[in-house]
Each structure stands twice: as structure tokens, then as C-alpha cells.
């Protein structure tokens, strides 16, 4: 139960929650801490952010206070990769523990955030994220809340995990270090005309997940000889073919053409996505291989970075995947 106390006869008596004071362009944080019992001199503070009555709290049965109901929430929606902070200001944030890909299902957070008075607010998902990085926040609207609204949260993220095979709604998958080889079509690089961006522009991606380029080979724009050097990427074992150039309504663009002919299974050649939206995706049984328009050279964002990363953290890519880039995918 809560009971209004005017501040004055409050000394001795036992904050119910974290007390916030926000000074525009200096402070905003915990003046207070919940627990924190009232000194006389602590009165003029309180009456300076505002505070002319405290509540004191006895929970009745049924009933959750904000923090441990925010607790709870992150427990219940955390899994691998994940850790949480302690409750502040009546809110827990789920941050990443290692560098990795955050996975958030984003009907799961729909489901809960329809319950009223929840909370859960997230990052996007697929978001390539360092150690300590914020991924979700939890916290309940009112001070107090009834236990069955958060028992609820907890039976949809148990019935998550266990039709998911017991992964959480909230995850950082680690990832993979992939052996990437890469092919760069282009008579102009071959021939000496202009000098290899590709190779370093794709490189540097690569590298900043943890992969490492074994090999780049250069081609002329001949069909023949793109499937060579795919072919015989396939034969090195190596987890990851990329073939640069070449993607796009040119007579002199081979790649589309080459990567059918190597024998892969074309999931998608284009993507709803701009820049980017020439990318070729394709598999050869388990190895995946990609067709690299020269945006990806260029442009600081394309279909590329958002589709590596999950090949990296060990995801195979879908058509359902790259229709879904669609929305919010116009970048540039
Ligand atoms: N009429 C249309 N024009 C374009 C379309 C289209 O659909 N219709 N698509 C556009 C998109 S999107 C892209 S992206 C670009 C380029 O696609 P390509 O992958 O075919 O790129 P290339 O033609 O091979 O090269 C374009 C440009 O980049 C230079 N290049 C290529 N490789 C390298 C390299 N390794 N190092 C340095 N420079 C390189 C190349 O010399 C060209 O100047 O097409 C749009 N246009
Ligand atoms: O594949 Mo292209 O830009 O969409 O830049």
C-alpha cells in the first residue's frame, strides 16, 4: 500500500523509490536511492526537485515494486551474450557482454509491449554491437504493478525459448572466424588501367568482425575465368566467396552470370536496398557467396554490411531475409 507523507514529517522514514533531479544542460540522474532513509537535512533538496510529499510503501500481496518487476522482465528476456545492470530510476538495461550480433525478435517485443503498463525497449535487431553496448531497457509505467502482468512477460519469453530451442528473445551471437576469399572482376583493375579499391574496402569489413581475407585474385571481365577462381576458391575449403565488380546492366558485367554458372544455388540477386541493391546471394551447399556491386567499394553502408554480419555470427541467409531489408532500407 502506498502512503502520501509530507516531507516535513518524513525524516526517518524509508524512500520507496530512486528520486530523479534533472538540472536542463547539467544533471540528470538519482538524487536518491529507494531505501534511503530521510534526514532533516535532506528536506530543502527534496523541496528543491519538487518533492513537497514522499510515499512510503508496503506492498500488498500480488503486487511488484518498478524495480524488481524491471528485474524481472530482463531476466526473463536475457540469454546468451547478455548481461544486466542493477535497477536505476526503476529501469534495468540488458547490454552486450561480448562483440557480436544482437539478435532481438521484434514480434516477441511487440507481443510484450502490448501488455499495459510494460515497458521493453529495444535496439534494432541484426545491429553489430561492442561489450557494454545497450541492447534493451525494461521498466514498468506505474510504481507499483500486479504481479500477473509480469507473470505474463515471463510465460511468453519461457514459451520463446522453448520454441526456439531454448534461445532467448534477446541474444549477442558471437562471431565466426570465417576464411574469406575474395574474386575482383574488372579488365580496368586487371589491365593495370586503375588501381584495386575493392580489396581493401572489402578487407577492412571483413577484418573489423574478426574474419581475415585469405586471398584476393583479379580477373578480367571473362565469364570462364570468374568461375575458375570460384571454383577453385570452392576447392581450398575457404567459408566465404566474394566476387567484386561486375554486378550490374553492362555487357561487361559477368559476375551475375559467372556465379550461376559455378553451379550455386542463387538465393537472391538483387535487394530491396539502396545503395546495395545489386548484391548477388548465393550458396554452394554450406558456403555462401555473395556478388559485391561497386557500392560496397564506395559507400560507407550497403546491403553488404547488413548481411555480413549475419553470415559472420553464423546465420544462413533466406529469400525471406533480403525481402525483409526492404523497409528502412533507403539509405542513401
Ligand atoms: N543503368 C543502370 N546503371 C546502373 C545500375 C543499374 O541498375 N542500371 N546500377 C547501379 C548500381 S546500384 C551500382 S552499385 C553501379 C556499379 O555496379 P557494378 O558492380 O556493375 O560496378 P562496375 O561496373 O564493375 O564498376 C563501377 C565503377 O567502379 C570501378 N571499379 C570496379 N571495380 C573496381 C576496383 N576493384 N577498384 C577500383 N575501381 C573499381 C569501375 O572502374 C567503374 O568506374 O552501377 C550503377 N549503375
Ligand atoms: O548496388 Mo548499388 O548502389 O544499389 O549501389
Redesign the pocket.
Known sequence: MLREVAVEDAVGLVLAHDLTQILPGEFKGRLFKKGHVVRAEDIPALLSIGKEHIYTLELGAGYMHEDDAAKAMATAVAGSGVELTEPHEGKVTLKAAIHGLAQIDRSFVDEVNAIEQIALSTIRSNTVVQPRKSLVGTRVIPLVIAQSRIAEVQRLAAAYRDGHGGAAPVEVKPFRKLRVGVV???S??FKGR??????PAVRAKVEALGSEVVEQRFTPDESETIVAEIRAFLQRGVDLILV???????P??R?PGAIRMSGADIVSYGTPM?????LMMAYHGDTPIM????????DPYTSFDELLPRICAGERISRRDIVELGYGGLLG
Open positions: 575482383t572482376t574488372g580496368e583493375v586503375i588501381q584495386d579499391k575493392f580489396g567484386t565488380g561486375g554486378m550490374s546492366v553492362d561487361d558485367d559476375t539502396l545503395p546495395g541493391s545489386m556478388g559485391l556491386p561497386g557500392c560496397v567499394m564506395h
